[in-house]
């Protein structure tokens, strides 16, 4: 069994490679080839005035390549109030750090073969899914993107929109000027040859761009359906960054998943203080419309249309994340660790037994 | 973080104390004090031909100790044919071995505290939760206990029965008779006061017994409804053995969960041979009528009835197993595990990270 360390994981696993293997699961879930274990969000009452516990699970089992993955989260989170906005915050209170894990089974034998935290691979399996969709629905001489977020998950969509199209300009809005420094200053070190450009207004960053990605934590739609133009790509990294409008101004609409469009909550009695989020949102005005629209892994798959002209207005909505991705780059990544020799390697004997239940 | 054997878990987790700590958390579950988190078993092709592979998860809450439980099994599965009927059959497939685990969660920092194959701890919480209602719902002046079956969880059984009631005469009756002779007389050993019979027929194992248990892994009825007797108590530990005429036969019936009936099966296209079970059973028969029947925490809790006359037939169905019977147990062994200085101890930080997703 292998304990494994998000610099191992970062230091294995490329995002040509995650959008590699990640594709190669799409395609097989869209031809039922894959099995989406559902997330779940289970929360409790913590022992802290105004924080609850959170533990969300989520799962997906690959045959192909004969894994079971099941990805963790547990969470003390509160909902401070910053800038007249609640805002979800999790805490870091196991000694200042957070818990996520991936937990990687074998399809074959059953065995335990990976444990690992889940930062570096969500990272990426998030760049991934919309790096695959700017692929399969961005103009093929798209040179000019508009970054919308300058956190850690902006830098994913770099990385990821770099690995389909080459580039030439990046253009960054966030609200913070600070935050845009800092991170222009890292992208440039890490994609030398891009032009990469720091704008303090969101409709100035978007207009005449090829590709717009949002990447922020934004509760509220941070694009106005009217600086949508004619042959434009967006994305996004969760349903809230656009709205009803927004995706009624596109030609063509992807979801990332529609057999789970939101996760399932299992709320314990007395659990303070519920962030409303996705349930009272706009997914839930959405209706029956949802289902009207194909997933990623349909596309993945040429059984639904992307792009049919250089004019449509192309969108994909990553509504939200499966623990299938985490199946597929985790494969891979178990793979490219025994090959380098990294991690901890721990005895089978001890995740396995003589009896059963 | 923790990782504990089963030997460690005999060690150290008693079957008087697991009921114990059972009973403190079926008092809080039955006010909404505890969260269940539901058992889905996720189904899935193998390699190979004929089998399939399940993962099960299942989980809790239970704030009063401040743990989230999380409990799998990962198991490759067959449907041999044995004496006519299917059997459902994990293979230890993992080097001879099966795989269970029970990852323990601080719901105060989020940190793992704990994995611990599910074996042991399975074995005393079935018996627990099998002895907890037998202590509410049998007569106080039983001294005589039938048996049916005397496989690894009728030893379980047997403690908990000894643990709440006083027995003297333990009959035991199971098909095969080298089974018998094993488990009497390893059962002497264990419990050398009480006088063991070896039985070749059921209907005499149960004839004037006050007590009965059945702990088989039959897919269809072990008792006959007209063995049952004014003042008996039957308890069952899947809901197989038991059926719509055997329930209707007694006067006071309890399950063990009404929240979740049964689990809740994810079938990936494909999978070979579904074994029916419950799916098609008398559970699906039952229909609207389960919802009639209290279950164990609300017995416990004194917010349903138990026996009201000592001619009363009570009867206890542990339908299905809930992940919050490991967070109980858990937090108490891991308590224990930690004062004994027993386990082996990874660092923390291999199981948490610096950043969140």
Redesign the interface.
């Known amino acids: 069994m292998h ?1 494994l ?2 610099e191992d994981i970062d230091q294995l696993l490329t995002m040509p490679e995650c959008i590699g293997v990640l594709e190669e699961m799409y395609r097989d879930y869209a031809v ?4 989406l ?2 997330r ?1 969000d ?6 802290e005035e105004g924080a609850y ?1 959170g ?1 969300k ?1 989520m ?1 997906g ?1 690959w ?1 192909r390549r ?1 894994v ?1 993955a ?1 990805r ?5 989170i509160t909902h401070p109030v910053i800038a007249g906005k609640p805002r979800r915050v ?1 805490e ?4 200042g ?5 991936v ?1 990687l ?8 073969l990976a ?1 690992f ?4 691979m ?2 990426l399996r ?1 760049g991934a899914a919309n790096g695959i969709a700017l692929n399969h629905l961005a103009r093929a001489n798209a040179r000019t993107l508009a970054l919308i977020g300058s956190g ?1 998950q902006a830098g994913g969509q770099v990385m990821a929109a770099l690995a389909v199209r080459p580039f030439s300009d990046i253009r960054v809005f966030s609200p913070r000027s600070a935050s845009r420094d800092a991170f222009i200053a890292e992208a440039k070190l890490r994609h030398p040859t891009v032009n990469f450009h720091n704008i303090d207004n969101a409709e100035e960053c978007v207009n005449g761009a090829d590709v717009i990605m949002s990447a922020t934590s934004s509760m509220v739609r941070v694009l106005e359906p009217a600086w949508l133009k004619p042959g434009v790509h967006v994305s996004c990294i969760k349903a809230q960054e656009v709205d009803q409008e927004v995706i009624d101004g596109c030609d063509r609409v992807v979801m990332h998943v529609t057999a789970q469009p939101k996760h399932y909550d ?5 659990t303070p203080n519920i962030y409303a989020g996705p349930k009272n949102g706009w997914w839930s005005k959405l209706g029956d419309k949802f289902a009207d629209y194909p997933d990623l892994a349909q596309v993945v798959a040429g059984r639904a249309i992307g792009r049919t002209s250089p004019d449509d207005i192309t969108c994909f909505v990553n509504n939200v994340g499966i623990g299938l991705q985490f199946a597929a780059a985790g494969a891979l990544v178990l793979d490219k660790a025994r090959a380098a020799g990294l991690g ?1 390697e ?1 005895p ?10």
């Open positions: 304990v360390s998000n039922g080839q894959a099995l274990v559902p779940i289970n929360l409790s009452p913590s022992t516990y533990f699970q799962g089992a045959p004969r079971q099941l963790i989260n547990s969470d003390i999790k870091p209170k196991a000694n750090r957070w818990v996520g894990l937990f089974f074998s399809s074959e034998t059953g065995a335990l444990i935290p889940d930062g570096a969500q990272r998030v850690w299992n709320i314990m009695e007395g901890h721990l089978d004997d001890w995740f396995s037994e003589t009896v059963h239940p």
